[in-house]
């Protein structure tokens, strides 16, 4: 499973970049958003279309979503720290150099689930959107 996403970011990278060389520029830079969820959290939106959303993003300890249903699939690799899915009847933990997949249209809470930093890669597909995202008081 770390492979294949690895692959992906990889794939990710570089096809993004091709897209750009082809145009004449080959750096991407991020645009730096603060987001305040119960805590402030950083993201580096690497983004360059709408078919695929690719961040960075840094959430210190105690951070957490709403729980939220995504019309977009989420794939990621933490980097650092341990991110925590909770779903209506289970809850995850990914550390440090495992990925995961959250499906599209899946309510799910994501939160800092440890005790240090959390730094994760994400894939969005398509691309992030605030009309493609519900929040949920609940899980019912």
């Known amino acids: 499973m770390k492979k294949i996403l690895y692959l992906l970011v990889c794939i990710s990278f570089t096809s993004c970049s091709q897209s750009i060389s082809e145009i004449g520029k080959s750096t991407v830079v991020a645009k730096k958003l603060l987001i305040q969820d119960n ?27 709403p729980i ?8 990621g690799i933490v980097l650092k720290g341990m991110l925590g899915l909770q779903y209506d009847n289970s809850e995850q933990k990914i550390i440090s150099g495992d990925g995961f997949v959250i499906p599209k249209n899946t309510r799910v809470r994501i939160f800092n689930a ?13 691309a992030y959107k605030k009309e493609l995202v519900q929040e949920f008081k609940n899980f019912n």
């Open 39 to 65: 805590v402030e959290r950083v993201i580096y939106d690497f983004t360059q279309a709408d078919e695929m959303g690719l961040i960075k993003m840094h959430a210190p300890f105690g951070w957490t979503e």
């Open 68 to 75: 939220i249903k995504a019309q977009f699939e989420i794939r």
């Open 114 to 126: 440890g005790q240090e930093e959390l730094i994760l890669i994400e894939v969005l597909r398509p």
